[in-house]
């Protein structure tokens, strides 16, 4: 919102000695955040002065184009008080216009200087301006001809073209909705220095009638006051007063007509959007109502819009003519011809029209501020003074009536305990001083005793709970004055099990080569479809965001792969040789439970509301994701390098098991995005009480070519919870014996669909506690084994911590394992 000084100073009797930058930091502490002080004069240097048009001699040139040689009285600030000869391109003007000149040795905005220099046969000393060149607009097509009454010759342009008033830019927050007027402005100005504020809308108003156009609203709820008057008799032709011009310029909004500009203006000055009918256009009672499915309209813009039932709309006999609180209608349009204009000034829902708005992708100055909520007892006023201005500026004249349906909606009192603003903020707040500060905001005060009854005032809807009024409080105040409490900690207990597993788990993958990523948590069909997941995959069934970032990612994600994996192709594609990167973070699985319920936040919830706002919740495991793509190990001077592959991936899960103190199985599984030959299921738990936890292994060929990483590429993915649910809290150390260890090695012939961790558990089991560790060392398979059969060739480390194991020992534990094998498995010893 951008609001002239001199606008604002128009409302507000401020001191003299209040600077535009006391002004605008005083503000900001009332929650108008400062944005940009603008000073047009500030890139114009040298003299800029009015100039009296004497003569004008238009000139043919040889390029077709014709110039104007000007002879222009400028006073005496040329230091001669002689007409000051200037060549000009424009033709806007005439003999006896005044004009702005700026003379040599001015600057204009970008640097432009100013110089007495020869150009079509003349000396040009000067130049005559547009509006462009003076910074204040876009218009080029011809200089600026000022008022008759603007000044004499000579005199300083400055403070006519207004290029001495500051304009202080705020951002308004959505809450503060009053504040995108001068109105609102200008009333927390008058709050800030304790000075004299003037409403605009405080006038005289004609009783409502029968004669005026006649109004009918349907949906009193969305459209609970219209009110309409109409001028007749207006000048098409009548230029906007050159005040005016400059102060919506100022504003930001751009010149059109007079009856535009004159709409647009009452909507920056009171905040109440404005909207104009070619009365001779509208055919009989205007009539508030709802869309019907099917029903179109064109709009100001030219789109015609398909609308929804429940669309606003404003109808005649001839069909619908506007899209409430949004935009108008073509057929109605105000143009060059339009001589009588039907005002419409109209309260709407604030909800009904932010959903309009997005529902057909509209953004206008009037549905920014109807979304946000307008006072509604302005109406009648707004409508008023639009009928004033077009009245003295347009010659038009006020047709009898003045139509007003409808009553503004009353707002409701709010009861807060009068210790509640200093409670709340800290500050010594006696509850005297809070009801003055709220009867300063506005708001109609009853109190009894330590109980106040509040009712807010019209223009402030966001007001509506006691920790609002505290609010409104604290920032009169001054939210400077809330005092710094560092605050007294509880006793320390030190990181939580599940906060000092998870560091476990990250110093683990760290040390491990992975690199930690974060990535957005959101995911929509393309990729689902790119992880190659079917149909009835629960992973498909995710839960949908109510104001997703982005329409391809509509949806909270079931799986952490799909950023992870866009993150290794990302970094793959800019040149890194291999990716080793893991995430953790939750997932989302959509309850059956239905719609969270809503409740207020005067008091908390019972213990049966709360567990119903449990039940709708989503189930929100944490997991744990590791991609391992690309180069695993560097070539070098030592060797080849090796690309990652599934052995790793499985590898790190291993680790992490270890690392945990869980007791992993790995075991052959088939499942999307992984290769189905080469994908892993990772179980916990004995017996009865075991538990897939995730998956690991190599991702399959068409997901890789999918997301743009290299092919056998490998993946992990775990539900963290439920492996931390295993953890031990403290894993104990390893014990060391300084007796030396025996090595069996032992090759086994197994079916190729044995695997290879069956085999190993098999082995371990039948070991005993004598084996220190086992690895699988090679995997063979060709004709020497047969078809369909592999051999596995494991490495056996035995060693006891209190003697030197005998050959018989080893022999025995080692015998003991290849039978423990042969039974579970199958196994043959070679």
């Known amino acids: 919102m951008k609001a002239p000084v001199s606008w604002i100073r128009e409302l507000v009797d401020l001191p003299a000695e209040v600077t535009t930058e006391a002004l605008a930091a005083r503000l900001t502490d ?74 040599p040795g001015g600057v204009l905005p970008g640097g432009f200087e100013i110089s007495a220099r020869k150009t079509y046969g003349h000396v040009s000393a000067g130049m005559i301006c547009s509006a462009r060149e003076l910074g204040l607009g876009d218009d080029h097509d011809g200089i600026i001809v000022l008022p008759a009454d603007a000044g004499d010759p000579g005199a300083d342009a400055f403070a006519v073209l207004g290029l001495d008033d500051e304009v202080i830019e705020f951002e308004i927050n959505p809450d503060r909705a009053y504040a995108l007027s001068l109105r609102g402005v200008a009333r927390d100005a008058a709050l800030a220095f304790d000075a004299p504020y003037t409403d605009p809308t405080d006038r005289e108003l004609p009783e409502p009638d029968d004669a005026g156009h006649p109004v009918v609203v349907d949906d009193p709820a969305g459209c609970p006051v219209f009110a309409a008057r109409t001028v007749a008799g207006l000048d098409p032709s009548a230029p906007s007063p050159d005040w005016m011009v400059r102060r919506l310029t100022q504003a930001g909004m751009r010149p059109i007509s007079l009856a535009v500009d004159v709409t647009n203006y009452v909507m920056l000055e009171t905040g109440r959007p404005i909207h104009g009918y070619d009365a001779d256009k509208v055919r009989g009672a205007l009539r508030v109502r709802r869309a019907t499915a099917g029903e179109r309209l064109t709009t100001l813009d030219g789109t015609d819009r398909e609308l929804s039932p429940e669309d606003l709309v404003v109808t005649d006999d001839s069909g619908i003519i506007g899209l409430g609180g949004v935009m108008g209608g073509a057929t109605t349009e105000m143009s060059g011809t339009t001589t009588r204009v039907l005002v419409e000034a109209a309260h709407w829902d604030p909800v009904s029209m932010f959903r309009t708005g997005k529902r057909h992708k509209l953004s206008s100055e009037a549905g920014k501020r109807n979304e946000r909520g307008v006072d509604p007892t302005i109406c009648g006023a707004a409508a008023d003074r639009v009928v004033e201005l077009l009245v003295a500026h347009g010659g038009g004249v006020a047709e009898p009536g003045f139509t007003l349906v409808g009553s503004p909606p009353e707002p409701d009192p709010i009861v807060l305990g009068g210790q509640l603003p200093a409670r709340v903020t800290g500050i010594d707040v006696p509850v005297d001083a809070a009801v003055r500060h709220l009867e300063a905001v506005g708001c109609t005060v009853e109190r009894d005793g330590d109980t106040l009854t509040a009712t807010p005032p019209p223009w402030r809807p966001d007001l509506t709970d006691p920790f609002d009024l505290v609010e409104e409080v604290a920032r009169v105040v001054g939210y400077d004055q809330v005092p710094s409490v560092v605050p007294t900690p509880t006793g320390g207990r030190g990181l939580t099990r599940s906060q000092r597993l998870r560091r476990r788990v990250g110093r683990t993958l760290a040390g491990a080569g992975c690199v930690e990523v974060i990535s957005f948590p959101f995911t929509g069909p393309a990729a689902l479809d790119a992880l190659g997941l079917p149909a009835d995959d629960p992973r498909r069934r995710t839960v949908p965001l109510a104001n997703p970032i982005s329409t391809e990612e509509p949806s909270y994600t079931t799986t952490l792969l799909p950023g992870l994996l866009k993150a290794a192709a990302r970094n793959l594609g800019r040149g890194a040789a291999g990716v080793s990167l893991f995430e953790t973070g939750t997932v989302a699985f959509p309850s059956d439970a239905g719609p969270a319920p809503i409740y207020g936040v005067e008091w908390r919830p019972t213990e049966a509301e709360l567990e119903k706002l449990y039940d709708a919740l989503p189930a929100q495991p944490l997991h744990l994701a590791v991609v391992l793509a690309g180069e695993r190990e560097r070539a070098g001077w030592w060797g080849p390098g090796r690309e990652a592959g599934w052995a790793d991936a499985v590898g790190l899960v291993r680790r992490l098991a270890a690392e945990l103190g869980v007791a992993l199985t790995v075991r052959a599984a088939s499942l999307a995005p992984w290769h189905p030959g080469r994908c892993a299921e990772l179980v916990v738990g004995d017996g009865d009480d075991q538990v897939v936890v995730g998956h690991a292994g190599e991702l399959h060929p068409r997901v890789c070519q999918a997301v743009g990483v290299p092919a056998r590429s490998a993946a992990v993915e775990l539900d963290l919870d439920a492996l931390l649910r295993y953890a031990e809290d403290v894993v104990p150390g390893p014990e060391l014996s300084s007796f030396p260890v025996a090595k069996e090695d032992v090759a086994l012939l197994v079916d190729a669909s044995v695997t290879a961790a069956e085999v190993e558990a098999a082995l371990r089991e039948g070991a005993g506690d004598l084996l220190e560790s086992i690895r699988l060392f090679d995997v063979y398979t060709g004709e020497q084994v047969g078809e369909g059969r592999k051999s596995l060739a494991f490495a056996l480390r035995f060693r006891a911590p209190d003697r030197t194991l005998t050959e018989q020992e080893t022999g025995a534990a080692r015998d003991a394992a290849v039978a423990a094998a042969v039974a579970r498995t199958g196994a043959v010893q070679r």
């Open 30 to 103: 009332l929650g108008l955040k400062l944005e940009a002080i603008e000073r047009p004069g500030d890139q114009i240097t040298g003299p800029l002065v009015v100039g009296r048009v004497l003569t004008m001699e238009p000139e043919p040139q040889k390029n077709g184009k014709t110039i104007n040689w000007c002879t222009v009285d400028v006073g005496a600030a040329n230091g001669t008080g002689e007409p000051q000869g200037i060549v000009c391109g424009a033709h806007n003007f005439a003999p006896g216009d005044l004009v702005v000149v700026v003379l």
